[in-house]
């Protein structure tokens, strides 16, 4: 069962490049997420999508982009990268259990250092 | 604003004990509250909390919440070395996406 699978595990960029995180879950959910975790904040939510096709902004989406246009994979993009995106990233998926409760289902992650 | 508040932030017991995790919230539309382990990767899910008093169980973890003095408790008894980790708690918004606002994490580390 490969649930959400995340790469790469760990990058390094310099200051000013661009990457892209990439998601992909097997199990057919509707909803995914980007998480960052520093130290001391927990988890903070990046973007979000409900659909193929649908995203919105969460808590701190600036330098950040993302689209779904297939269920599976949900990309996450860094246009230019920025020393205060140094942190490690956590995507999620998620469906609805009896048409309400939305458990989460997490990634391995990705440790990102940008330089 | 939405937050979710852990205590304490840091613990550390020996075999055996008994541990009690706390959080507390603050979330506009709330729905749930979640606990997720999280070891050295991803976060996984424990419980979730939608109804104050009913106790949730599993094997030594169990927990509760108290839906009106807006809190949920962590308890862990005859504590294991495999129990060291941070527990996060989170509470979810039901507002359009129902996301999750997680709070910093209590991390626990049992000493043999």
């Known amino acids: 069962n490969a649930g959400v699978t995340q790469t790469p595990k760990f990058q390094v960029l310099k200051t000013g490049q661009s990457m892209t995180l990439q998601c992909a879950q097997d199990?057919?959910?509707?909803?995914m997420s980007w998480y960052r975790q520093d130290p001391g904040m927990g988890l903070r939510l990046i973007h979000y999508s409900v659909g193929a096709g649908i995203t919105d902004q969460g808590e701190v989406p600036n330098g950040y982009n993302v689209s779904r246009s297939t269920t599976e994979d949900f990309p996450l993009r860094l246009l230019s990268a920025a020393p205060s995106q140094t942190s490690v990233y956590f995507c999620a998926s998620s469906y609805l259990v009896d048409t309400w409760r939305n458990i989460q289902y997490f990634g391995a992650g990705t440790r990102l250092s940008v330089l | 604003e939405d937050k979710v508040v852990q205590s304490p932030l840091s613990l550390v017991v020996h075999e055996g004990d008994t541990v009690t995790l706390n959080c507390s919230y603050e979330?506009?539309?709330?729905?749930?509250l979640l606990w997720y382990k999280q070891e050295k990767k991803a976060p996984t899910f424990l419980f979730m909390l939608?109804?104050?008093?009913i106790e949730k169980k599993s094997g030594r973890l169990s927990s509760i919440l108290d839906k009106k003095e807006l809190f949920s408790i962590l308890n862990i008894t005859a504590t294991q070395t495999g129990d060291s980790a941070i527990y996060l708690c989170?509470?979810?918004?039901?507002?359009?996406?129902?996301?999750?606002?997680f709070g910093a994490g209590t991390r626990l580390a049992v000493h043999p």
């Open positions: 939608t109804s104050s008093g």
């Open positions: 989170a509470g979810e918004d039901s507002g359009g996406y129902n996301k999750l606002i």
């Open positions: 199990m057919n959910h509707e909803y």
């Open positions: 979330v506009t539309n709330f729905r749930s």
